[in-house]
Structures are given as C-alpha cells and as structure tokens.
C-alpha cells in the first residue's frame, strides 16, 4: 500500500511543554485509521500537529506526507498538498457565506477559476448526503450555526476538498445520535469518493459502528501504547483505557 | 506564493495616477481677502456670496486650529492652493471631458456605474466639477442635482440662499470658516414632496493638483415624504506636500422623508481630511450615514445629525482603518431635540501599521426628548501590537424618560481564525484579510453591491504587505 504519511519518532510541545513523546504513525492510501484515548492526552495535539498548527512546535522525529519533509510546509501548502482537517470547534467566520468560502479554497487548492453552475451542482449533491439545508449554503461560514451543522459544515468541506489525508478530530464529540449518523454517511460517503488516508480521533466509539476501520491506535500520555485492528475498538468498549493506562 | 483572492485585485496605481496640472489656473498659495475676492470672481458668485466668504474669512482667521485631535502641525495654509480650475468646462457629457480626466475617471469606473446603477452623476476635478448628468426619467420627476454654482443663478437661488451653511454656520470651527471662505464644487440636490429616487445618485472628488485644497459644498433637500440616496467617493494620488479636503455636507430632510448618505472615501495619505457633514432632520424623518473611511494622513470626520422634529431617527454604520502613517478621527454626533427621536450608531475600526484609530461619539439628548432612544456600539479591531485604538464616547442626557446606551469592544485577529482558514488553503494575506472583510461586514452589507466591492477591493489592498 503506497503510503500517504510516515511519522517517525516524533515529540510535540506546546511552548515549553512536551505533549507528544515520540509518536510513530504509518498511514497508507485508503486506510481508515482511529486514534483513541482519554482526553488529555495529545490525540488532537497530533492532528493540529500535522495540519501545522502554530500552538504547536515540532521538536523531534520526522513527520513525511507523500515522502515530502512536512514540518517546512505551510499550513496553507499543506491543504494545497491534500492535507484536511476537520475542527473540534470549527471557527465562525462572519462575511463570507459557506459557499464563496468554499468556492475561494478549490481556487487556492486548484490554482483556477472554479466554475460556478458546476460548483453549485456539486455543492448541493453533497449537502444533501449529509441532510443539510441548501440554506446553509449562503450563510456566513459556521455563524450562528448549532454544534451539530457546524460539524456537518467540516464534512461538506471535506467532501468538497477531497483530501488525500482526512483527519477528523472528535467530530463525533457532542452530538446526538441522528447528527453522528449523518456525520458517518458524510465519512462514507468520502470513503467512496476518494482512496485518501483517514485519521479519526475520538474518545468514544459510536462514530465508528458503520465505518470499516483498519487499524486503531490507542494514546495515552502523549505516546500511542497499542495499535491493532478494529479488534481493538471492541476491546476499550469492553474494559476501557484504563488498562492500557497501568501497562 | 500563488495570491488568490475573493474579490479581484485592485492596483494601488488606480488610485495614484497623476495627471499634469501645469496647464490648469490655479491661484497662488496661501490665503488672504484679495485671494478670496479672486476665487469670488472666478466664481461670479452673487452679491451675498461674495460678502458671505469675506466674512467666513475673518471668523477663520480668529479661530484657532483645533487642539483636542491629532495634530494639524504638517499643515500650512500658506502653502495650501485653495483654488484650481481644470482647463475644461463642466458638461454632461463624457466626450466633452478632456482625455487625461475622463481617463481618470474610467479608471476609477464612474462612467461605467453611471451606466449602470446610477440616477446621476457628479465629477468634480480639483476645485471645479468637470461633469455632471442626471437621468431624464430622474429629471422629469422634478429633481434637480446640478452644481451648486449655476443653481445659486436659477431657479433655486433663494433656496440655496436660504440653506448654504445653515447647518454648519462658519463659526462652527476653523475649517468650517476656511470652507465658507473658499469653498468650490460639489452639488445640489433637491428631491421634491413625494418623491422617490430608487437607484442612487453620485458625485464623486478627485483631487487631482500637489498642495491643492478641496473644498466641495453639498447641500441636499429632501422634502415631504420623499427618498433619495446619495453616494460621495473621494481620492487622490500621493504626493510628498500635504493636500487638505476641507468639504461641507448639509443635508435637510423633510418630514416623513428619507436620506441615506453613503461615503466611501479614499484620499491619498497626504490628505487632511477636515470635513463637516450635518443633517437636519424633520417630523418622522430619518437619515441613515454610511461611512467607510481609508485614506488621508490625518482625519477628522464626525457627521452630525439634528433630530428636531418628532419620532425622527439616525442610523450610522461606519468603519475606519487606519494604516501605517495614518492618524484617523472619526466616529458621529446625534443630538435628540424632540420627543420619540431615536439613534442607532455602530462603528467598526481596523488599526494596523502603527496606525491611530480614534473613534468619538456624541450624543445629547435635549430635556424635551422625552422617549429618546440611543445606542452606541464600537468594534475595534488591532492587527498589531503598534497600532492604536481608542474610543472616546460623550454622553449628555437632560431628560430622565430617554434610553441610551453604548458599547464598546477592543480586540484582535485571532490566530485560531487564521490557522482555520489557511487549513482549507487560503494563504496567510487572504486568511487575514478574509477576517477584516468580515469584520467590516456591517458596512458593506448596507453598500450598493459595486461599492461593496470596492470596499473589499480597499480592505484586501490595505492588508496586502501587512505580513512580515
């Protein structure tokens, strides 16, 4: 399997603060990986960190997307490159609609104009995968809008990006159980569309019971302690992290 | 790295081209009766007129320059061209235009709006306006929107008689008096009883000459239940002299009318920009101001609006940004001097650079407004830690039956923000200044949707190079 990212060994700080020590992480072209853990424990530090956040500085290891040095790329040329991540808490942005938002990043991503009649077609094909009101479309990105659109708002963004690296961080987290269903057919929906790498970090679950997972990875204290199979997603619903905390 | 952005680019070398001014009549610096007399002259100004800028002229030289704002100390009227008169007369057709001027103005696409989007248009170039035009459906309603220098000959000479600097009498301050001295150019606008004008008119000042002043006079009537929206755009090439724009805007609106008075204005960072700009307003009447603010070196602009009759109302939706080298002080002034008035003010201010944004308010509520309502509501937002926001509010209630209140909020772009946007691939520059547009939002969505570009097109050219 052709890789998409190879992290080797690597530590993360936030300004004096080791948060990641060490991580090694393998993702290759159409694997859906989870990354589990307790909160605290450096999961979405590890996202930020590859989406090149500026809270974070990379101290040690080696973090390579397609084989290119990823710490010396910006955050722009990351997403330019392929790289997508999906927010925890997702900004609001007033004055720009979700729309022209989107339409501006496919022209940054693509370097062309992005014509309007197709993108319109192909921005209403995929809010209605994910049951959103065409509304939402001409509304000012993530203003106003509950936990659960905003959320749906990362997916459609995904869905219209198309990355080659999908991270999603806790979107799963607050929502009620029809707003992750939809969240997952978003996910699916991605998994159809694209052979892209997918990193789902998550303390729970739920979001996962549709979705076939190929490896799960499981964090505790800033280092990833056990990876597996999707196995290993029955065995922390089973007893916890609590285990992997002791050994 | 590639640049993209929402709206096109604009270059900054609309703005400054200049054209020769060598063969234009222009009177020498500085500033004295014969000078006046001169302008009087060139102006053929009527009897009163004349009498009015002579006596404008000696208020100017007992008043002081104002001490309370930024410094006016790069400002001497010796050296200051009060008067310059293109070497064009004015017409209502752009082929008439001379070529370098009417280029000017295509550049800055007033001609193509006209075509577009406007009821009528004004260009004034320097001292003296070049072009001035009105629809004939616009026309044949009754409503006149000339020059004020032909008006003050026809039809409405008592009524400009009447009017001109009423609102803001030359004792009002020292450039009130300079304007009332020298003043040239601009409009007249009156709508009669009934009217609505749907699409917008425009004029629009280009200071063209180094050194010269600018000293356009507007004056607009609205009457009885009628409409008008009325646009100023302003800018200037940069020169190394300071220029100073010292205008007037009287507006008087009716009873149960309405005026929206929008500006966007862009003079050149060597412009002193000491304008005046008053509304009356009448029984049920309401004026709504609509104000962005990017250029000149210095500004001191406060549009003041007079709530004399009864349930009358104000809006003001204003955003300043002050860059490098730029010291702006703006903000509105309402005074509420009958029953049920009400005011809306809300103000966004941007600071980057080492720019200074001054935001100031005033509102007096009389003892005779009983049910007066007021709300003040001021944004500041700093790019950088050697930018300066400050926000001065004045509030002066004589009655215990009035509602006012006001607000204010200082902060900056956050980095989260930046690193969302730039995570979908905007770059840094159109990241920030996606954030500033949207900051500034409040403004342009009350902009016609070609000016609201504009703005964004302003916004975009200001943030550009704001990134070390």
């Not at chain 1, 790498?197 to 303390?203: R, S, V």
């Not at chain 2, 425009?202 to 010269?212: K, T, V, W």
């Not at chain 2, 935001?359 to 007066?372: I, L, M, T």
């Amino acid at each position: 399997m052709e890789t998409v990212l190879k992290i080797e060994n690597l530590s993360v700080s936030a300004g004096e603060k080791e948060i990641l020590h060490g991580v090694d992480l393998t993702i290759g072209k159409g694997e859906v990986h989870v990354l589990l853990g307790p909160n605290g424990t450096g999961k979405s530090t590890l996202g930020s960190a590859i989406m090149g956040s500026p809270e974070y500085n990379v101290t040690g290891g080696k973090m390579l997307y397609k084989g290119e040095d990823l710490t010396v790329q910006s955050v722009s040329e990351r997403a330019k490159n392929g790289i997508f991540l999906s927010f925890q808490d997702p900004i609001e942005v007033p004055g720009i609609t979700v729309s022209s938002f989107l339409r501006s990043a496919l022209e940054a991503k693509s370097g062309k104009r992005v014509r309007l009649f197709d993108f319109k077609k192909q921005l209403e094909e995929k809010m209605e995968i994910l049951g959103m009101d065409k509304a939402y479309a001409n509304r000012d990105l993530n203003v106003g809008f509950s936990g659960g659109e905003k959320k749906k708002t990362e997916i459609l963004q995904m869905l219209m990006l198309d990355p080659e690296l999908a991270i999603l961080d806790e979107t799963d987290s607050g929502l009620d159980v029809d707003a992750v269903r939809t969240v997952s057919q978003g996910i699916a929906a991605y998994k159809a569309q694209s052979d892209g790498g997918l990193l789902i970090i998550t303390h729970s679950t739920k979001i996962l019971e549709s979705l076939h997972v190929d490896f799960a990875h499981i964090m505790i204290d800033g280092n990833i302690v056990k990876t597996g199979g999707a196995e290993l997603i029955d065995e922390v619903n089973a007893h916890g992290f609590s285990v992997y905390e002791e050994g | 790295m590639d640049e993209r952005t929402q709206v096109a680019d604009i270059d900054r070398s609309v703005y400054d081209i200049r054209n020769d001014s060598s063969r234009d009549y222009k009177l020498e610096a500085g500033l004295t009766a014969e000078l006046v007399k001169k302008i009087s002259n060139e102006k053929n100004d009527p009897e009163w007129m004349r009498e009015f800028r002579l006596r404008s002229l000696e208020i100017y030289n007992s008043l002081d320059v104002p001490d309370w704002g930024p410094a006016l100390d790069g400002l001497d009227m010796e050296n200051i061209v009060t008067y310059v008169r293109p070497n064009t007369k004015m017409s209502a057709k752009w082929e008439e235009v001379p070529e370098d001027i009417k280029n000017t103005f295509e550049r800055l696409g007033i001609p193509k709006a006209e075509r577009e989007s406007l009821a009528g248009v004004g260009a004034q170039y320097d001292s003296e306006l070049v072009y001035h035009n009105v629809r004939k459906e616009v026309a044949d309603l009754g409503v006149v929107y000339t020059d004020l220098e032909s008006a003050m000959h026809g039809e409405y000479a008592q009524m400009i008689h009447t009017h001109f600097m009423q609102l803001v009498p030359p004792a009002d301050h020292k450039f009130a008096a300079l304007h009332g001295a020298v003043w040239s150019g601009g409009s007249f606008v009156y709508v009669p009883k009934g009217v609505k004008v749907e699409i917008p008119l425009q004029s629009y000042f280009r200071l063209n000459a180094p050194g010269a002043g600018q000293f356009e006079h507007t004056l607009i009537i609205v009457d009885e239940g009628a409409y008008l929206h009325f646009i100023e755009g302003c800018s200037a090439p940069k020169y190394n002299v300071a220029n100073l724009h010292a205008g007037c805007v009287e507006l008087f609106c009716g009873r149960g009318a309405t005026i929206r008075y929008s500006t966007i204005e862009n003079w050149s960072k060597n412009m002193y920009n000491l304008n005046t700009k008053r509304a009356l307003v009448a029984e049920g009447g309401k004026v709504e101001w609509v104000s962005g603010s990017f250029g000149s070196h210095v500004s001191y602009l406060y549009p003041m609006t007079i709530l004399q009759g009864k349930g009358s109302k104000m809006e003001f939706t204003g955003i300043t940004f002050a860059g490098k080298g730029q010291n702006l002080d703006t903000g509105a002034k309402v005074l509420h001097a009958a029953p049920d008035t009400s005011s809306l003010i809300n103000t966004k201010s941007i600071s980057k650079d080492g720019g200074i944004s001054t935001f100031r308010s005033a509102v007096e509520v009389k003892k005779q407004a009983e049910g007066a309502k007021s709300s003040v509501s001021c944004e500041s937002l700093m790019l950088d830690d050697i930018s300066r926001s400050d926000t001065i509010p004045a509030i002066d209630v004589r009655t215990c039956h009035a509602d006012v209140g006001h607000e204010a909020q200082i902060g900056k772009i956050s980095s989260e923000a930046v690193f969302y946007l730039m995570s979908r691939g905007l770059s840094e520059a159109d990241a920030r200044a996606t954030i500033v547009s949207g900051f500034a939002d409040n403004v342009s969505k009350e902009l016609p949707l070609e000016y609201a570009v504009e703005m964004n097109n302003l916004i975009r050219l200001e943030m550009k190079g704001s990134i070390g």
